[in-house]
């Protein structure tokens, strides 16, 4: 009966609405933004119980932790490809697939050695002391005695007259870096506590590789990291993946590894040196490389293979002649970390990935089914992508922005869902990146119409608009934005949404505790994704297109 009820409001909907003329449909104003009565339809479709189910189904063991290529992934992505269909979205180029091949690489455990010159040594074991990965996909890095360089924190950044190499040649050594950037502890440097590019794991391997390094090594703080050394283990043990190599890919390490705090103060007085006075140093301006007279030696083999994992695309066709070539992109990944063997039992862990990313894969899927059995359309198109190896370093977000589906040029906007909101609904959102675009304004207009408040990032040390697929969107000038849930959670004392979130990052954040719980609110999921169809509707609707803010580094490149 409920179900025949809700049927029944959903269609006497339609029929008040085909009741008033295009041009004169009802619209609430505010500012420039006018949210048409057919799109606040289509979002009143969004229901908790379907984002319940979609996350339900998609974090259940059945789909083996949803890791790139596997049987798991694969049923993952044919499920939403499915989904797409029924709700209408039409194929890409004649498939609902675009196929990203990618090397997976599984490290076999070993050790790590330092030598010292006078033949001390210290040994680290490999998942609870070091991680390891062959930047080049080998099925072996063989380091032979490695001289050991500390570079502070591997950072060469003009625009804030800073750089860690200096004139040293690092050519064919191991780097020992810091995590983070050096506004972590000096905020009248850099952004401060806010995380930079500068600051983030992948940025060290990519200026380690620049600098011809054969290595480098990060060291983890939780602090520096902003999360624990179990999630460290989780995301760098067992299968990793990396995009084919091809001539044109830019250089790269060959050893990517992590290192607990106390194995580098180990390392440091290895080197008859002090890790808490290098860290020091490497503070200020003038700090340059610091041989540590120590040498790493390392037999690092692993399986490889090499095979596809798609990315998932539905295309929305816009009603307007002339802007439909132009499309909106909404991106969620699908992927988590598979299935492991706990070293410690031996037993199976499936690694669910229920709030990371099911929740936003179910709001995705949510949003796409709301507009596709809508009877209206946007002026502009919409492609629902849901990709692949995200948590493999953004991979198939990479893949689709290296070879588009739809050209960047007609790429107007991309909005991101990357863990939607799980603890019920919010007063405030946080649209990461919207600050940086003209999209911040037609954002802020829409959170006023909805009595929402739009507030600054609340863990700014995480550096989260990096994190996600929509930074890849950013380095090829398409503006975008990732919108994240805020922290105060109605019916909740002040404090709570942001302890519940905080202990989810500390307990379950990419361990296999990340499952449904029992006090999640998927009123909150229901609300995140009929926002985040607001924000895209009425984007893909506005004929004006969506643009950076002057002296922002993501502008589009002028022909």
């Excluded at 050394?229 to 590894?257: C, F, I, M």
Aim: aromatic share 10%; glycine share 8%.
């Amino acid at each position: 009966m409920k179900t025949l009820h809700r049927w029944a409001m959903y269609w006497w909907v339609l029929w008040l609405v085909a009741q008033v003329p295009a041009q004169m449909a009802e619209a609430a104003d505010v500012g420039s933004v006018t949210v048409p009565a057919e799109l606040r339809a289509a979002t009143a479709r969004i229901e908790p119980a379907a984002l319940r189910a979609h996350t339900e189904l998609l974090s259940d063991p059945l789909f083996e932790g949803r890791a790139p290529g596997t049987r798991g992934g694969l049923l993952a992505a044919k499920y939403i490809a499915a989904q797409f269909q029924a709700y209408g979205l039409e194929p890409v180029n004649g498939s609902y697939f675009q196929n990203v091949p990618i090397v997976n690489l599984r490290a076999e455990p070993t050790t790590m050695l330092f030598r010292a010159t006078d033949g001390r040594q210290v040994e680290l074991a490999y998942g609870t002391e070091f991680t390891a990965q062959s930047g080049e996909c080998a099925p072996e890095v063989k380091l032979d005695a490695v001289p050991v360089v500390f570079a502070g924190y591997g950072i060469v950044a003009p625009e804030y007259d800073w750089n860690d190499y200096k004139d040293a040649d690092v050519r064919g050594k191991i780097v020992l870096l810091l995590v983070n950037d050096p506004g972590l502890r000096n905020p009248s440097i850099f952004q401060g506590r806010t995380l930079t590019y500068y600051g983030r794991w992948t940025y060290k391997f990519e200026e380690a590789a620049r600098r011809g390094a054969r290595g480098a090594l990060l060291i983890h703080t939780t602090e520096s990291a902003t999360y624990p050394w179990q999630v460290v283990q989780s995301s760098n043990t067992g299968v990793r993946s990396e995009l084919v190599r091809d001539a044109s890919s830019p250089p790269v390490v060959a050893l990517k590894s992590w290192i607990t705090d106390d194995a580098a103060v180990r390392i440091a007085k290895l080197a008859g040196k002090s890790l808490a006075m290098l860290s020091e140093q490497a503070e200020r301006r003038d700090f340059r490389p610091v041989p540590l007279d120590v040498t790493l030696s390392l037999d690092l083999k692993s399986e490889v293979s090499r095979l596809e994992s798609p990315n998932v695309v539905g295309w929305l066709p816009g009603r307007d002649e002339r802007l439909r070539a132009e499309c909106v992109v909404v991106t969620a990944h699908y992927d988590h970390f598979g299935v492991k063997d706990d070293p410690a039992t031996g037993r199976r862990l499936v690694y669910h990935g229920a709030l990371d990313n099911a929740s936003g894969t179910a709001a995705l899927l949510a949003m796409a089914e709301a507009l596709g059995k809508s009877p209206w359309r946007p002026r502009r198109s919409v492609l629902f992508l849901s990709v692949t190896a995200e948590e493999q370093g953004l991979l198939g977000a990479q893949y689709y922005c290296e070879r588009p589906l739809i050209p960047l040029e007609n790429t107007v906007a991309n909005l991101n869902l990357d863990e939607v909101n799980v603890f019920g609904r919010t007063r405030d959102f946080v649209p990461l990146g919207a600050e940086r675009s003209t999209l911040g304004k037609t954002i802020a207009a829409l959170a006023k119409l909805e009595g929402l408040v739009m507030k600054p990032d609340p863990f700014p040390q995480n550096g989260s608009f990096f994190r996600s697929d929509h930074f890849c969107f950013a380095k090829v000038g398409v503006p975008c934005l990732s919108l994240n849930f805020g922290v105060e959670i109605e019916g909740k004392p002040e404090g709570w949404g942001k302890e519940r979130f905080e202990t989810y990052v500390r307990r379950d954040y990419h361990q296999p505790t990340d499952v449904i719980q029992d006090d999640w609110d998927f009123r909150g999921a229901a609300q995140h994704a009929q926002f985040a169809l607001l924000i895209v509707g009425v984007i893909a609707e506005d004929p004006a297109r969506p643009d950076w803010l002057p002296g922002e580094a993501f502008q589009r490149q002028k022909p």
